[in-house]
Structure formats: structure tokens, C-alpha cells
């Protein structure tokens, strides 16, 4: 059973869609009967235009359903409000009479908070996707849901190394790069011309540790706010950002491309043309991934290098743990960024060889939900 937490986010998040569609579809691919259980606070429900509605008549529990129909999972999902007794799909208690039977639950960010559920099934899987805030939090005593789980898994591939100054959490933390079904996303279409990504300006709020504080992805985009002037390739933003932000006038101003979510990337499908129709990816971090050292890698470059399309990213530490300056590139300043982005199209053919060729060997569904499953203990 996959338990996630932003499925139904509402419209302009297919790209947090795919991030657990990967995991449900992928353990399918294994022949695993997987179950997809999401529940969703009341506060979250929301209309077409992000107003507060109702459960009954929000836009997702539409999106939802839509999605059951795209995916075939009528009968192997459930959207539940907070305390289960509003649901679309499976029904609370169905649910309920299915956890006896289920091997393995994977709790993303500890989203799922059924304890009728949680404590019947037979192994519990902590999934972090948010390496060092998800520690930070806990440490504050925010209410993460961190306990109570067999086994603990991250995607900050440096986490409790000597150079990664978070806590564990007194947690024996395994790690993981996020899966990509390469079938969905392999394609023959050309590129396109400009280099994207997809991102979320503010994000939650910085957080601080031991007197540093860790920033948002919007400081880390303005340390960089002048490269369109100093390559020779269009950088595309798709962002979700608020229209009275100032800064957004200024990306604007040094010729950054500013897209819509909504009108880009809504659903599932809309996503995955956006990312075939980029050129490469070009994205920064959240400043507690970068200086904090987590090794923290993103599922949506997972999905550009499977369609082979060049990455580029501000370096979080992975190069300790994968190959690098092929296909996938990293930075750490403005001088580097501009560095790799000319390297990529020095020789764009064969970058893009070798970021499908990387998704194959590091981040196949197949291989990397084989071994989450064999850290289960399944």
C-alpha cells in the first residue's frame, strides 16, 4: 500500500501527481497488488480557483477520480478527508479491512495517520521526502508522525554523514534515489528550446538549526537572477508564485520565461508534455538541501533525464554518490551554472544520451522499488 499525501492537491500539481503515480504504478509493474490511500485535511479542499469548498464538491476529489479512470485504479484507491469518514474510492472501512493483509505501507512524510490502519499492517515504511527539514521539524516538535514506523527511508543520500550537520533523530535512516518508470517518459520527440524546470517560489517556510537558517528555492533562484544574460539558451520557469510578488517583476526583468502551473503543467499528462517539450532542466535547490549537504535528489529531474533530456542542478552533495558531468550536471555558483549550461550544448547529442542512459541504470522503477521492497524486509 502506497500512502500519499498530495495526489489531489488540486489543479497545477500534476508534477506531485507523477512523484507518487511512479511508486503506485511502478510496484504494479513488479506485480505487486498496490493499494493508493490518500487522506486530505478539510482546510485543503479547494475549487478550481484555490477557494475553500467543501469535500463533496472541491476540485480534488474531481482530480481524483479523474485519475482512478487515467490509471485504472478504481478499486485500488482511496481519497479520504482527515478523519476517513468522507471518502471517494475505497471507503474507510474497506481500507481498514484490507491492512491485515498488506506487507508494506509506505507513509510519505507521515501523511497518513489512520492508527486503525497503521497498526494492522505488517511492516511500516517512513518515507522522508524532505531531507533535513523533515529532521529539523521533528526536532522542533512539530508533529511529523516520525514514530512508529520498521523501517526509515530518505531521499537525502548524505544524510547523517560527518558533512550533513542535521540530526537523524536517534533513526537509522536508508536511502534511496526516487523511481521513474522510463516507459512512461522515453519518447522520440525533438526538444524544445528552452531550459525548464518546475518549482514552487516560497514553499514553506525557512526553517532554522543551530543558529543557521535555511532558506526557500526563491533565494537560491535570486542568487542566479542574471544568468539569461549570460547564456545563449532560454531559462523557463514553470512557477507557481503569487502575482503581487515583487520579485517576480524582477525575474521578469532579467529575462527569465515565467509560466503558469496551472495552464502547463495541471494534471498528470499536461506534465509530462511540459517536461518533453523542454530542451533540459535548469533548477536550483531549497537552501536546507544545498548548504545543509543532503544529497537530496529531485523526482522531477528524474523524470527529464528519462526523456533524455540534460539536467542541470545546484549540487546538494550527490556527486559523493553518483556519476556527475554527463547528462547530469551540477553547480554552485553563477559561474558554474553558465559553465555547465555551454557544456551541455557543446555537445547536446550526447548529453542527452547520457541522461536517458543514467535514468536506465540509477533510477529504473524496477530496480530502485526492488530494493525499497528488500529494505522492507519483503
Request: glycine share 8%; proline share 5%.
Amino acid at each position: 500500500m502506497v500512502a500519499g499525501c498530495i495526489v489531489s492537491a488540486g489543479p497545477g500539481y500534476g508534477g506531485n501527481t507523477w512523484a507518487f503515480l511512479q511508486y503506485v504504478l511502478g510496484l504494479r509493474r513488479l506485480g505487486f497488488d498496490t493499494y493508493y490511500v490518500e487522506q486530505i485535511p478539510t482546510n485543503r479542499c479547494v475549487d478550481d480557483h484555490g477557494s475553500p469548498v467543501s469535500f463533496a464538491h472541491s476540485a480534488n476529489v474531481n482530480q481524483f477520480r479523474t485519475l482512478l479512470n487515467r490509471f485504472d485504479l478504481p478499486d485500488r484507491a482511496a481519497l479520504l478527508e482527515t478523519d476517513g469518514i468522507k471518502c471517494v474510492g475505497l471507503s474507510r472501512a474497506d481500507v481498514e479491512k484490507l491492512a491485515p493483509e498488506i506487507d508494506l505501507l509506505i507513509n510519505f512524510s507521515g501523511s497518513f495517520r489512520l492508527d486503525s490502519v497503521l497498526g494492522r499492517v505488517r511492516k511500516r515504511m517512513y518515507f522522508d521526502m524532505d531531507p533535513g527539514y523533515t529532521q529539523i521539524w521533528h526536532e522542533h516538535g512539530y508533529d511529523i508522525y516520525l514514530r512508529g514506523h520498521d523501517v526509515y527511508v530518505t531521499t537525502g543520500l548524505n544524510l547523517g554523514k560527518p558533512d550533513c550537520p542535521f540530526s537523524t533523530c536517534g533513526i537509522q535512516w536508508e536511502t534511496t534515489l526516487p523511481p521513474v518508470i522510463i516507459s512512461e517518459w522515453a519518447t522520440s520527440q525533438p526538444p524544445g528550446s528552452a531550459y525548464s524546470t518546475v518549482a514552487d517560489w516560497r514553499g514553506f517556510k525557512p526553517v532554522q538549526w543551530r543558529g543557521v537558517s535555511y532558506g526557500q528555492k526563491a533565494d537560491e533562484f535570486l542568487r542566479l537572477i542574471d544568468l539569461p544574460h549570460r547564456v545563449s539558451v532560454p531559462l523557463e520557469i514553470c512557477l507557481l508564485i503569487n502575482s503581487n510578488e515583487k520579485t517576480r517583476s524582477e525575474l521578469e526583468q532579467h529575462d527569465w520565461r515565467l509560466v503558469s502551473p496551472r495552464h502547463h503543467v495541471s494534471t498528470p499528462d499536461a506534465y509530462r508534455s511540459y517536461i518533453l517539450g523542454s530542451r533540459a532542466e535548469f533548477t536550483v535547490a531549497k537552501g536546507g538541501y544545498v548548504a545543509g549537504r543532503t544529497g537530496w535528489f529531485s523526482d522531477r529531474s528524474a523524470c527529464y533525464l528519462a526523456a533524455g533530456r540534460p539536467v542541470i542542478v545546484q549540487d546538494t552533495g550527490i556527486g559523493k554518490y553518483l556519476p556527475t558531468g554527463s547528462g547530469l550536471l551540477t553547480f554552485t555558483d553563477m559561474d558554474s551554472a553558465a559553465q555547465a549550461i555551454n557544456d551541455v550544448e557543446s555537445d547536446y547529442s550526447r548529453h542527452t544520451v547520457a541522461a536517458a542512459s543514467f535514468a536506465r541504470e540509477f533510477l529504473d522503477s524496477d530496480l530502485v522499488l526492488a530494493r525499497l521492497v528488500r529494505l522492507a524486509g519483503i
